[in-house]
């Protein structure tokens, strides 16, 4: 049987894989030894990739709600020449904000989707922006834009004397910080050789988790404590005088006012507010500041839990303090491949604070960041009275249902609406409540390349895939549904610096050829080279500042941000009712709510509450008992399982699981976390909820209940 090699697109991973196909039947994945980045790895469900296509659950074409509430195969044509319709009288009666894009994970791994539905979003006028980043990550952009950003690059991981990960699982995510060299492959491979070579490796993280068990230095923390433990490594590290004197003084303001706010974070206090013990702190500053090179980076752990801007914000004051960034005259692999190259220069780009100037939600004012509103005024946005409300909503590639804090109200806003389209694959969560599914094609069925994955690459490196089986005949490229609509109401989008003509359309190969023409590696050469390119080596050496430069500063602590630090370290009590906390994990074989439907792959058909053993003798609960757990917002049921990797007093569990139904069986679909989490803990600016660390209670069910 023909073998053609490509790559997976489920995560951002991108490993190289190769593909068993029998006339237009995918038959086998598995990973690819020889390539050049991925070395031969895949995951669980990367070597399903043939079922996600091929499942029972696939859609194979587009649906619309009936009036009974069912639904019906619909050509795409008449559905986007409806939808058009629909979108046009509700921005016509009610202005372009009514209308609002809710953009998913899945949107972001095929590098056409992305832009084109971006350049859609964009010929509607609307403001209503949202995207998953701000149920996520946001805190990133949210310090990047208080304390500015060194343009001059940053120590990369493959050259690193130390790391250190903050709430993040990179042996199972694949995530593992935020580029520059971040783990995203291999990651086995990729932590193995780096410990090999002398690299220290700190893992901060509640649980002793995969990645946790091979570092030098596991702090464990208690949940939600990453403020204080950042400021305790912050107050060893100025006390000592281990920072980067020079660096400071040429690129950053406040460091006083810095160690003023830390003053207090003794590694004493430290070690009473973050169970960590203080020698372990005083360690942990040490090994990270005297490393010559390295950084800190972080994951959800942190920029979800209850204190995760400052926390974010101090993990990268850790970083500016010790001069974790490239100087100029500094030579540096040139990781654009298929991207434009972007000069490196040793100079800062102030803060820019966008949500301070600009288009403000009616919901608490809140203001934009990279032209987005955050995904915790969503549910607000099309609930709460006004003449901009929320009626439309498109989904690409994501599932709201599931994923956004307060489920109950998530269902309830998305059934308010006047018009929801959803464009996904399958009749997910979210589809089964839409007017209309759009089903577009899947990984395999594309052709592609790995343009916006370059960033996440630890070499400069490029792969271009053919598409290897032909989709079913009803779907539609997810770009594809996007431009189509702009024409059907009668707009051209601009793709890539180009306004695309409907009466001439493009094809993906053309598309894909333009988005990269100002690489470095031809369009063609990309396409002989089978698994993909390591780019020759290029050199860039990091630039003078420009004319004008010399003044700007990174801030690291801003008025705000110092409130925020008081904040976060005046100690907070436990509720003696809600004594446990709820953390966040993933699991290797799903991908959020993708792949819970394939037979066999989830390793149960739910997802457990991991507990420590200790908890459960005392609780009186057993391996595999139903359980309840209790929050401020609401209870689920789930299964408890022993797990020694969980610290005392947490329970672990991963999200994206259950049904509407708060009675039905855990063992049969699993646990709703989002029944559990709301919006009463939100961080200011970004709207970020708490999603870590959030206080529960946890109890064996009693019998009467367990039905
Ligand atoms: N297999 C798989 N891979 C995925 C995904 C998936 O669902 N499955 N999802 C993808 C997505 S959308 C994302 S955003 C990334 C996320 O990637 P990561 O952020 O790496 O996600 P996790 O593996 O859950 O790692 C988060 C870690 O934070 C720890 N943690 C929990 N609470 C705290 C806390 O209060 N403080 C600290 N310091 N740590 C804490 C948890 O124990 C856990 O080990 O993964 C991506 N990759
Ligand atoms: N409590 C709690 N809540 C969380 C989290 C948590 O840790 N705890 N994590 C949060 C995070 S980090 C994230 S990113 C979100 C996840 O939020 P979402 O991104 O909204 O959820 P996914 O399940 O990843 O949704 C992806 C959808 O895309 C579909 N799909 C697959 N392939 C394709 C394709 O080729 N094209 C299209 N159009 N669709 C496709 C899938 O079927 C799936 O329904 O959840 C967030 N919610
Ligand atoms: S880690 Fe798994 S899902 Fe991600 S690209 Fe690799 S095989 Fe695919
Ligand atoms: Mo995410």
Same mark, same amino acid.
């Given at each position: 049987?023909?073998?053609?090699?490509?790559? #997976?697109?489920?995560?951002? =991973?991108?490993?190289?894989?190769?593909?068993?196909?029998?006339? $237009?039947?995918?038959?086998?994945?598995?990973?690819?030894?020889?390539?050049?980045?991925?070395?031969?790895?895949?995951?669980?469900?990367?070597?399903?990739?043939?079922?996600?296509?091929?499942?029972?659950?696939?859609?194979? !074409? /587009? &649906?619309?709600?009936?009036?009974?509430?069912?639904?019906?195969?619909?050509?795409?044509?008449?559905?986007?020449?409806?939808? =058009?319709?629909?979108?046009?009288?509700? +921005?016509?009666? #009610?202005?372009?904000?009514?209308?609002?894009?809710?953009?998913?994970?899945?949107?972001?791994?095929?590098?056409?989707?992305?832009?084109?539905?971006?350049?859609?979003?964009?010929?509607?006028?609307?403001?209503?922006?949202?995207?998953?980043?701000?149920?996520?990550?946001?805190?990133?952009?949210?310090?990047?834009?208080?304390?500015?950003?060194?343009?001059?690059?940053?120590?990369?991981?493959? %050259?690193?004397?130390?790391?250190?990960?903050?709430?993040?699982?990179?042996?199972?995510?694949?995530?593992?910080?935020?580029?520059?060299?971040?783990?995203?492959?291999?990651?086995?491979?990729?932590?193995?050789?780096?410990?090999?070579?002398?690299?220290?490796?700190?893992?901060?993280?509640?649980?002793?988790?995969? !990645?946790?068990?091979?570092?030098?230095?596991?702090?464990?923390?208690?949940?939600?404590?990453?403020?204080?433990?950042?400021?305790?490594?912050? *107050?060893?590290?100025?006390?000592?005088?281990? *920072?980067?004197?020079?660096?400071?003084?040429?690129?950053?303001?406040?460091?006083?006012?810095?160690?003023?706010?830390?003053?207090?974070?003794?590694?004493?206090?430290?070690?009473?507010?973050?169970?960590?013990? =203080?020698?372990?702190?005083?360690?942990?500053?040490?090994?990270?500041?005297?490393?010559?090179?390295?950084?800190?980076?972080?994951?959800?752990?942190? #920029? &979800?839990?209850?204190?995760?801007?400052?926390?974010?914000?101090?993990?990268? #004051?850790?970083?500016?303090?010790?001069?974790?960034?490239?100087?100029?005259?500094?030579?540096?692999?040139?990781? $654009?491949?298929?991207?434009? %190259?972007?000069?490196?220069?040793?100079?800062?780009?102030?803060?820019?604070?966008?949500?301070?100037?600009?288009?403000?939600?009616?919901?608490?004012?809140?203001? %934009?960041?990279?032209?987005?509103?955050? /995904?915790?005024?969503?549910?607000?946005?099309?609930?709460?009275?006004?003449?901009?409300?929320?009626?439309?909503?498109?989904?690409?590639?994501?599932?709201?249902?599931?994923?956004?804090?307060?489920?109950?109200?998530?269902?309830?806003?998305?059934?308010?609406?006047?018009?929801?389209?959803?464009?996904?694959?399958? @009749?997910?969560?979210?589809?089964?409540?839409?007017?209309?599914?759009?089903?577009? +094609? &899947?990984?395999?069925?594309?052709?592609?390349?790995? @343009?916006?994955?370059?960033?996440?690459?630890?070499?400069?490196?490029?792969?271009?895939?053919?598409?290897?089986?032909?989709?079913?005949?009803?779907?539609?490229?997810?770009?594809?549904?996007?431009?189509?609509?702009?024409?059907?109401?009668?707009?051209?989008?601009?793709?890539?610096?180009?306004?695309?003509?409907?009466?001439?359309?493009?094809?993906?190969?053309?598309?894909?050829?333009?988005?990269?023409?100002?690489?470095?590696?031809?369009?063609?050469?990309?396409?002989?080279?089978?698994?993909?390119?390591?780019?020759?080596?290029?050199?860039?050496?990091?630039?003078?500042?420009?004319?004008?430069?010399?003044?700007?500063?990174?801030?690291?602590?801003?008025?705000?941000?110092?409130?925020?630090?008081?904040?976060?370290?005046?100690?907070?009590?436990?509720?003696?009712?809600?004594?446990?906390?709820?953390?966040?994990?993933?699991?290797?074989?799903?991908?959020?709510?993708?792949?819970?439907?394939?037979?066999?792959?989830?390793?149960?058909?739910?997802?457990?509450?991991?507990?420590?053993?200790?908890?459960?003798?005392?609780?009186?609960?057993?391996?595999?008992?139903?359980?309840?757990?209790?929050?401020? *917002?609401?209870?689920?049921?789930?299964?408890?399982?022993?797990?020694?990797?969980?610290?005392?007093?947490?329970?672990?569990?991963?999200?994206?699981?259950?049904?509407?139904?708060?009675?039905?069986?855990?063992?049969?679909?699993?646990?709703?976390? $989002?029944?559990?989490?709301?919006?009463?803990?939100?961080?200011?600016?970004?709207?970020?909820? +708490?999603?870590?660390?959030?206080?529960?209670?946890?109890?064996?069910?009693?019998?009467?209940?367990?039905?």
């Amino acid at each position: 049987m023909p073998v053609k090699l490509s790559y #997976c697109r489920l995560c951002p =991973a991108s490993c190289g894989v190769r593909v068993e196909v029998d006339g $237009n039947r995918i038959v086998s994945v598995v990973g690819d030894g020889l390539h050049p980045l991925s070395g031969g790895y895949s995951c669980p469900k990367g070597r399903r990739g043939g079922d996600f296509l091929q499942g029972p659950e696939r859609l194979t !074409t /587009s &649906m619309r709600r009936t009036t009974e509430g069912g639904y019906e195969p619909i050509p795409v044509d008449v559905a986007i020449a409806e939808i =058009a319709e629909r979108l046009e009288a509700i +921005t016509g009666e #009610c202005g372009p904000d009514a209308l609002a894009l809710f953009m998913g994970t899945q949107q972001n791994f095929a590098a056409l989707t992305m832009p084109m539905v971006r350049a859609w979003f964009r010929t509607t006028g609307s403001h209503k922006l949202f995207s998953t980043m701000t149920i996520d990550q946001s805190a990133k952009w949210l310090v990047q834009a208080r304390m500015g950003e060194y343009l001059g690059g940053r120590q990369r991981f493959d %050259t690193a004397d130390v790391w250190l990960l903050a709430g993040t699982n990179p042996m199972v995510s694949l995530n593992g910080g935020d580029g520059d060299g971040a783990i995203t492959q291999n990651p086995f491979v990729t932590i193995r050789r780096a410990r090999e070579r002398g690299m220290k490796l700190i893992v901060v993280d509640p649980r002793r988790t995969e !990645t946790a068990a091979r570092a030098d230095l596991h702090l464990q923390l208690r949940p939600g404590t990453d403020a204080a433990l950042f400021a305790g490594l912050l *107050h060893v590290i100025l006390t000592e005088g281990l *920072h980067d004197r020079e660096f400071c003084a040429r690129f950053a303001d406040g460091l006083d006012e810095l160690a003023a706010s830390v003053a207090q974070a003794t590694p004493e206090y430290t070690e009473a507010e973050t169970g960590v013990p =203080a020698a372990e702190v005083i360690r942990a500053a040490r090994t990270f500041a005297h490393g010559a090179r390295g950084m800190a980076t972080t994951g959800t752990g942190v #920029c &979800m839990g209850p204190h995760s801007n400052v926390a974010e914000h101090l993990v990268a #004051c850790l970083n500016v303090v010790c001069g974790r960034y490239l100087r100029e005259g500094e030579e540096t692999p040139n990781r $654009n491949v298929l991207a434009r %190259t972007t000069p490196l220069k040793a100079e800062v780009r102030p803060p820019y604070r966008s949500w301070e100037s600009g288009f403000r939600s009616r919901i608490g004012g809140i203001g %934009t960041m990279n032209g987005e509103l955050p /995904s915790g005024i969503l549910a607000d946005e099309i609930l709460e009275p006004g003449s901009d409300r929320v009626r439309a909503l498109v989904v690409s590639g994501g599932n709201p249902a599931l994923a956004l804090p307060d489920r109950k109200k998530a269902e309830r806003a998305l059934r308010e609406l006047d018009l929801l389209v959803c464009v996904d694959t399958r @009749m997910s969560d979210t589809a089964r409540l839409a007017d209309y599914v759009i089903a577009p +094609t &899947m990984v395999y069925e594309r052709p592609d390349h790995t @343009m916006l994955m370059e960033f996440f690459f630890a070499q400069p490196f490029a792969q271009y895939t053919p598409r290897l089986v032909d989709p079913p005949e009803g779907v539609i490229e997810d770009w594809e549904f996007f431009f189509r609509l702009a024409a059907a109401s009668g707009r051209k989008v601009k793709f890539a610096g180009r306004v695309l003509d409907p009466d001439d359309p493009p094809t993906s190969e053309e598309l894909l050829a333009i988005f990269a023409e100002r690489g470095r590696v031809p369009m063609d050469e990309l396409k002989s080279a089978h698994r993909g390119a390591l780019a020759a080596p290029d050199t860039t050496a990091v630039g003078r500042p420009s004319q004008g430069s010399s003044g700007h500063r990174l801030a690291l602590c801003p008025h705000d941000v110092a409130a925020e630090i008081a904040a976060a370290l005046s100690l907070s009590p436990i509720e003696s009712d809600l004594p446990m906390r709820l953390t966040v994990r993933r699991m290797r074989e799903l991908m959020n709510s993708l792949g819970r439907e394939i037979d066999g792959l989830p390793r149960h058909g739910y997802n457990p509450a991991g507990v420590n053993p200790q908890d459960l003798q005392r609780l009186g609960i057993d391996h595999g008992d139903t359980v309840s757990i209790r929050s401020a *917002h609401g209870r689920i049921r789930a299964v408890a399982h022993t797990d020694p990797t969980v610290s005392p007093g947490t329970v672990a569990m991963t999200h994206c699981w259950g049904v509407s139904d708060p009675n039905s069986d855990p063992r049969a679909v699993g646990s709703n976390v $989002n029944d559990l989490t709301g919006y009463d803990r939100v961080q200011t600016i970004n709207a970020m909820p +708490t999603m870590t660390a959030v206080p529960i209670a946890i109890e064996r069910e009693v019998l009467a209940d367990a039905r």
